[in-house]
């Protein structure tokens, strides 16, 4: 027998919304939420509840007018199918890490196929526990079934059986109570079943398939087969990409930029669980804020040396927001790694361990972060020899190709003086002459010889003679 496991997410759009805002307060030390609902637009019925909702009476199914009168208090937000759908997503490729066999059923079912990972795991409990602390991990309210197949498993999880087993009487046993009206069939189809006396599972089910057929129609007969299992039940198996891409809905609009803070956390810590299940460390990212009647704004976070734990993120992240202002209220986040790469095995020394030491790249990061990438540049010698144009600027974050040696044993100043000044003191010449003669190329010609130089108290300089005999200053030594 092959067995399947079926997920079913009853209320997915409000497990997601971002709601740890004004809507919760504090009751003696415990959080207490504030009743809210998802309402289904065209009917204004309730389609989606929280448990402080449902603590005041409100029922799914029930108008928003009743659901208005128990409950005044009431948050209400539409029903967002694409978001719904968008989350289904993210928590297929969040169970992909752990089971293989995946199939969506948008808005709000994941279909597991069980059989091949059971023999991984070790039996039926231990792989349900896997996918149960992975699930549990999301936050959000599930319900689940087994069943011999999919249909069966779909059946008893929407009705929330919450059954784990792999014996078929026992599946059986669980289904058969249950009215036809809870099946996929539409309604003329159990209408027809009705009139012949099967008004529930156990009846059909006892039905011959051959019966079935003769009886009633080719649509009727497809579906008695696939969920007894007889029949094939053709499935598309889910396929993740390898990029990370998460949004948030907020129930509250935020207009403050410092109050993203707490929903950009939960994002990091998703991109933080990301990136650490694939040894991977993200370089830059992107988060769109959408905004109420103005278009979507973009925001770059990078880190020079890469990074996967929320907390450096976060930080990097908390400097650059302080330089965006918002041009309205932002109602939706989504955040995207642009590119990531897989962790140098050098990036943490276990011997050596975190003393509070800075590396050079954790610096970068942070100064881009709260200056702009644009204004954060490293000198890199250029192929010129001319003092002051031997040297360019870079973007601080770029790799840097290791510096022939001829150029490293350069006797040059730390500090050049630009442009040359005239050199008005009397000082003892140390080390030269060093000619150049170059730039005929570009009308910018010079012929110069070079000293190190030393003042009477004992500075030293970098000092060149013209062809007129004219002595400048043009650098100090540290």
């Known amino acids: 027998m092959v067995l399947w496991i079926y997920l079913h997410f009853p209320r997915l759009q409000l497990d997601a919304l971002f709601t740890h805002q004004a809507n919760e307060v504090q009751v003696q030390g415990e959080e207490k939420k504030h009743p809210t609902v998802v309402v289904e637009t065209h009917h204004h019925n309730i389609v989606q509840a929280n448990d402080a909702a449902l603590a005041d009476g409100v029922k799914v199914g029930m ?16 029903f967002d199918l694409q ?5 289904l997503q993210e928590v297929a490729q969040w169970l992909y890490l752990i089971t293989s066999d995946i199939v969506l059923y948008p808005p709000n079912g994941l279909l597991l196929k069980a059989t091949n990972m059971l023999t991984l795991y070790e039996g039926l409990e231990s792989y349900w526990q896997a996918v149960k602390k992975h699930l549990d991990s999301l936050a959000i309210s599930y319900q689940f079934a087994c069943g011999f197949s999919p249909y069966s498993a779909m059946l008893l999880a929407k009705q929330g059986a919450n059954l784990l087993s792999e014996c078929r009487d026992t599946i059986v046993s669980t289904l058969s109570p249950l009215p036809l009206h809870y099946s996929e069939l539409d309604n003329k189809h159990v209408e027809q079943l009705n009139r012949v006396g099967i008004k529930d599972f156990a009846g059909l089910l006892a039905l011959p398939l051959k019966e079935v057929a003769r009886r009633f129609n080719i649509d009727l007969v497809n579906y008695v087969g696939r969920l007894l299992g007889q029949l094939s039940h053709p499935v598309r198996f889910f396929h993740p990409k390898e990029q990370f891409e998460r949004s948030l ?38 988060l769109t804020l959408h905004q109420r009647d103005n278009p979507p ?10 990074d996967y734990r929320y907390e450096k993120w976060l930080k990097l992240c908390a400097l650059t927001l302080e330089s965006i202002k918002l041009d309205a209220a932002v109602y939706h986040l989504t955040l995207k790694a642009v590119r990531v790469s897989q962790i140098n095995q050098n990036y943490i020394d276990i011997f050596e361990g975190d003393k509070g030491g800075q590396n050079q790249a954790d610096l970068i990061a942070l100064l881009q972060a709260k200056l702009g990438n644009h204004n954060v540049t490293r000198p890199l010698p250029s192929a010129d020899h001319r003092p002051e144009k031997s040297t360019r600027y870079i973007n601080a974050d770029r790799d840097i190709a290791a510096l022939p040696t001829s150029e490293i044993q350069r006797l040059r100043p730390t500090r050049l003086v630009q442009p040359p000044q005239r050199l008005t003191e009397h000082v003892e010449l140390i080390h030269g002459p060093e000619r150049i003669v170059t730039g005929w190329w570009d009308g910018d010609s010079v012929t110069r010889d070079y000293f190190i130089a030393q003042t009477p108290q004992g500075l030293w300089l970098w000092v060149f003679r013209t062809e007129q005999k004219l002595w400048f200053l043009h650098g100090y030594f540290s």
């Open 297 to 306: 704004q973009n925001v770059t976070f990078t880190s020079g040396g890469g």
């Open 83 to 87: 978001s719904e759908e968008v989350k």
């Open 249 to 286: 809905e907020l129930l509250y609009d935020i207009e403050n930029i410092q109050w993203l803070q707490r929903p950009l956390t939960r994002l990091l810590k998703q991109l933080d669980a990301f990136l650490t299940l694939r040894n991977l460390v993200a370089y830059e990212l992107i």
């Open 63 to 78: 108008g928003l007018g009743s659901a208005s009168a128990l409950c005044p208090k009431l948050n209400v937000h539409p």
